[in-house]
């Protein structure tokens, strides 16, 4: 009895931490079923987020996300496979300086030990910014990894017709 009770204030501390909270410019698009489980189905995620120091620059994440009882309470490790791609949308504009690679993306992947982190690059002589995302353990990580990259360039003007989506 004592046992579960620490184990629940420990999930509750962490789940209340900063690194298990989501990201602000984090967006849930969708998900897809992959294995169906009365318990909770196994997906694959899709999610969106904005560089934070770059304007203009939308990164997409898929991930898979494991089902069952334990993943349904946010004790499962997810696996490490995450795809990557960065687009600009918009016109590029920097809100603080560059450093030459810092993280601009974290989200657990576990209850404690793995993180999926993201982060940025920047390659000069093309003028291109360059994203990938790893997947870190406090003990070993991954070497399953995704790059996405965004040549900086002049955002066309003009209006352009958006879909309809029903």
């Not at 993306?105 to 360059?130: Q, W």
């Not at 996405?148 to 029903?166: L, N, R």
Request: net charge positive.
């Amino acid at each position: 009895m004592k046992i579960s009770v620490i184990c629940i204030l420990l999930f509750l501390s962490f789940a209340a931490s900063p690194a298990f909270a989501q990201n602000k410019s984090e967006r849930f698009l969708g998900d897809i079923t992959t294995t169906f489980r009365l318990t909770g189905s196994d997906k694959i995620r899709i999610e969106a987020f904005d560089d934070p120091k770059v304007t203009g620059v939308t990164c997409f994440t898929s991930m898979a996300v494991t089902g069952g009882i334990s993943g349904t309470l946010g004790l499962a490790e997810d696996t490490s496979d995450v795809s990557l791609s960065c687009r600009q949308t918009g016109p590029i504009s920097f809100k603080a300086p560059l450093k030459k690679n810092e993280d601009i993306f974290e989200k657990s992947r576990s209850l404690v030990f793995k993180t999926l982190k993201v982060e940025r690059f920047y390659d000069a002589p093309t003028n291109t910014l360059v994203y990938v995302s790893s997947s870190r353990k406090v003990i070993e990580g991954s070497p399953k990894n995704s790059i996405g990259t965004v040549t900086i360039m002049p955002w066309p003007t003009g209006d352009i017709e958006k879909p309809v989506i029903k």
